[in-house]
T-cell receptor, first 110, second 115 residues
């Protein structure tokens, strides 16, 4: 069965600094990987996904993610954090027909 | 498109009462998912439908929970009787199956409080 792990419950970063939110995955076959963001009292919003090809995927709000097959990782990154990036971030992997989500990482931009 | 629509947005009820949550997926989407989010358990997939047919309900906590999808534009999640431990945010999501990697679109959620 497929799974994703987000090892950090919370990440703190200063505004203007680069940020990374970590995710590792376990799946048989080629993975389809996703990042979602959840703002307070809102539903999850799609940020980006990896299907195949270029290991660096660009998404919404200036976010990007780096796929690393040898390390089975799919870390979310942004060159310069904004206060408005403070939110809950979820990594997910597509199973047979549904997404399996990680436990979420709270990003706090100070 | 208005996106995935859920109602009500907030529901407060007393233990033992029946609760019905509603969802309207995005038009043209043939998959519909119900999730529950709590601090303790995170985001859990409860059940999902394909072309109005339940495919996997292994995440439904117990017999008190039931879900239906009578047509392509409407689904309900019912809890009867409700218990305080059912308090959570319930999300509905939908997606189009055209590609295996199509993303899911989430509704705003229903915050359920069972007293």
């Amino acid at each position: 069965a497929q799974s994703v792990a987000q090892p950090e419950d919370q990440v703190n970063v200063a505004e203007g600094n680069p940020l990374t939110v970590k995710c590792t995955y376990s799946v048989s076959g080629n993975p389809y990987l996703f990042w979602y963001v959840q703002y307070p009292n809102r539903g999850l919003q799609f940020l980006l996904k990896y299907i195949t090809g270029d290991n660096l995927v660009k998404g919404s709000y200036g976010f990007e993610a780096e796929f690393n097959k040898s390390q089975t990782s799919f870390h979310l990154k942004k060159p310069s954090a904004l206060g408005s990036d403070s939110a809950l971030y979820f990594c997910a992997v597509m199973g047979r027909r549904a997404l399996t989500f990680g436990s979420g990482t709270r990003l706090q931009v100070q | 498109d208005a996106g995935v629509i859920q109602s009500p947005r907030h529901e407060v009820t007393e233990m033992g009462q029946e609760v019905t949550l509603r969802c309207k997926p995005i038009s043209g989407h043939d998959y519909l998912f119900w999730y529950r989010q709590t601090m303790m358990r995170g985001l859990e997939l409860l059940i999902y439908f394909n072309n109005n047919v339940p495919i996997d309900d292994s995440g439904m906590p117990e017999d008190r929970f039931s879900a239906k999808m009578p047509n392509a534009s409407f689904s309900t999640l019912k809890i009867q009787p409700s218990e305080p431990r059912d308090s959570a945010v319930y999300f509905c999501a939908s997606r189009f199956s055209g590609r295996a990697y199509n993303e899911q679109f989430f509704g705003p959620g229903t915050r359920l409080t069972v007293l």
